[in-house]
């Protein structure tokens, strides 16, 4: 059976959480539970993991206990992303907002010239209209499986996890990166 599995990017954080829980209400706003490292080094004077549910609004309920129950449209929201049930080569798990590195050997035969190694750096999407996760217009198993690249036929590494969109968007803008 598939590993279903989510984390959550905060802006208001900066920082990259594991959601323990998820589910959704009647009327469609996410509600989840984030791992209890939020309550050690965020909200230290919240005596329990919180639930958010889309755009945040941190309150306590009149118990003492964490709800986030209402929303603050000047509040950032968190980004959910999914775990795509594939590792990367040094068996990292890839989730969807990821940014994979691999390096592409180019041969031009009866060129004389010698074999050049291209660095591709390439996002992680999942993509409604496929119904799946995707780098570009090809799926993402299609990368991580492969040691030949798909449209030139020339050796390649098996791709690695080196980061995400929120954390390090950088690596995109640098890179050029497949989309």
Same mark, same amino acid.
């Given at each position: 059976?598939?590993?279903?599995?989510?984390?959550?990017?905060?802006?208001?954080?900066?920082?990259?959480? /594991?959601?323990?829980? &998820?589910?959704?209400d009647? +009327? @469609?706003?996410?509600?989840?539970? !984030?791992?209890?490292?939020? *309550?050690?080094?965020?909200?230290?004077?919240?005596?329990s993991?919180?639930?958010?549910?889309?755009r945040?609004?941190?309150?306590?309920?009149?118990?003492?206990?964490?709800?986030?129950?209402?929303?603050?449209?000047?509040?950032?929201?968190?980004y959910?992303?999914?775990?795509?049930?594939?590792k990367?080569?040094?068996?990292?798990?890839?989730?969807?907002?990821?940014?994979?590195? /691999?390096?592409?050997? &180019?041969?031009?035969?009866? +060129? @004389?010239?010698?074999p050049?190694d !291209?660095?591709?750096?390439? *996002?992680?999407e999942?993509?409604?209209?496929?119904?799946?996760?995707?780098?570009?217009?090809?799926?993402?198993h299609?990368?991580?499986?492969?040691?030949?690249?798909?449209?030139?036929?020339?050796?390649?590494?098996?791709?690695e996890?080196?980061?995400?969109?929120?954390?390090?968007?950088?690596?995109?803008?640098?890179?050029?990166?497949?989309?």
């Amino acid at each position: 059976m598939r590993e279903i599995k989510f984390r959550a990017w905060s802006n208001k954080y900066q920082h990259m959480f /594991r959601v323990s829980e &998820i589910s959704q209400d009647r +009327s @469609g706003y996410t509600h989840g539970i !984030v791992d209890a490292e939020f *309550k050690n080094e965020f909200e230290p004077e919240f005596d329990s993991p919180f639930a958010w549910i889309g755009r945040v609004d941190f309150k306590k309920s009149s118990d003492g206990r964490v709800a986030a129950l209402g929303q603050n449209p000047d509040d950032e929201p968190f980004y959910l992303m999914q775990y795509t049930g594939l590792k990367d080569k040094n068996g990292r798990e890839i989730y969807e907002g990821d940014i994979l590195k /691999r390096t592409v050997t &180019i041969i031009v035969y009866g +060129s @004389g010239k010698p074999p050049e190694d !291209v660095v591709e750096y390439m *996002k992680v999407e999942y993509r409604e209209d496929y119904a799946g996760f995707y780098i570009g217009e090809r799926p993402l198993h299609a990368y991580v499986d492969n040691t030949l690249d798909i449209d030139t036929g020339c050796r390649c590494t098996k791709p690695e996890v080196i980061g995400d969109v929120y954390r390090n968007p950088k690596l995109l803008e640098a890179s050029h990166a497949s989309e």
